[in-house]
């Protein structure tokens, strides 16, 4: 069974880059694509992006400026970093994995880690 | 403002059906993607409860059942029980913002 765990800090100061992590058990991250996917407080979903193992990559353009991915094939890990935050990014941050489809969809997903901006 | 629009909550009594709408427009479900549907209770992984439509993944109970017309979608959930509580949201893609779209999500209550 394909498990999914976020980590990183859970505060942030407003200009720095939140840098999280996505440790994958259970499958090979090689075999998939893996998406990001985040949730400020009492409001919707908000798709991050995606990325392959192979370095291609899809970002929502409203972040894209801001957004780097990285996957690490020998850790089974996938990480995100998103530059110069504000409280706007505060957020649950989630790692899942990509089912391809039209459109893609995610499945399974992490737990989650809240992540706050705040000096 | 989601670009899925949904309403923020429906309710229903145990073992009455209720239904969520996802509205969309041309760019997304009016240009023929498809919508998926999620349940999330706060603090756990979402799950995914409809992919495509209509399709239900092994596991997920025939309570529920996914529909799409023109530019919406629907959620129905018939038999409620209490353990539907939770929030639903719909997902598409949109192409003229070139991105995975969600809905605001709506939160059932079971009376």
């Known amino acids: 069974q394909v498990q999914l765990q976020e980590s990183g800090p859970g505060l942030v100061k407003p200009s720095e880059t939140l840098s999280l992590t996505c440790s994958v058990s259970?499958?090979?991250?090689?075999?998939?694509?893996w998406s990001w996917i985040r949730q400020p407080p009492g409001k919707g979903l908000e798709w991050i992006g995606h990325?392959?193992?192979?370095?291609?990559?899809s970002y929502n353009p409203s972040l894209k400026s801001r957004v780097t991915t990285s996957i690490n094939t020998s850790k089974n890990q996938v990480s995100l970093n998103l530059t110069s935050v504000t409280d706007a990014d505060t957020a649950i941050y989630y790692c899942?994995?990509?089912?391809?489809?039209?459109?893609?969809?995610?499945?399974?997903w992490g737990q989650g880690t809240l992540v706050t901006v705040s000096s | 403002q989601s670009v899925l629009t949904q309403p923020p909550s429906v309710s229903g009594a145990p073992g009455q059906r209720v239904t969520i709408s996802c509205t969309g427009s041309?760019?997304?479900?009016?240009?023929?993607?498809?919508v998926h549907w999620y349940q999330h209770l706060p603090g756990t992984a979402p799950k995914y409860l409809i992919y495509?439509?209509?399709n239900r993944p092994s596991g997920v109970p025939d309570r529920f059942s996914g529909s799409k017309s023109g530019t919406s979608a629907s959620l129905a959930i018939t038999g409620l029980q209490a353990e539907d509580e939770a929030d639903y949201y719909c997902?598409?893609?949109?192409?003229?913002?070139?991105?995975?779209?969600f809905g605001g999500g709506t939160k059932l209550t079971v009376l």
């Open positions: 997902q598409s893609y949109d192409n003229s913002l070139s991105a995975v779209v």
């Open positions: 495509v439509d209509t």
């Open positions: 259970g499958d090979s991250i090689t075999s998939y694509f």
């Open positions: 041309s760019s997304n479900i009016g240009a023929g993607y498809g």
């Open positions: 899942a994995r990509v089912n391809m489809g039209y459109p893609n969809w995610f499945d399974p």
């Open positions: 990325m392959y193992y192979s370095g291609s990559t």
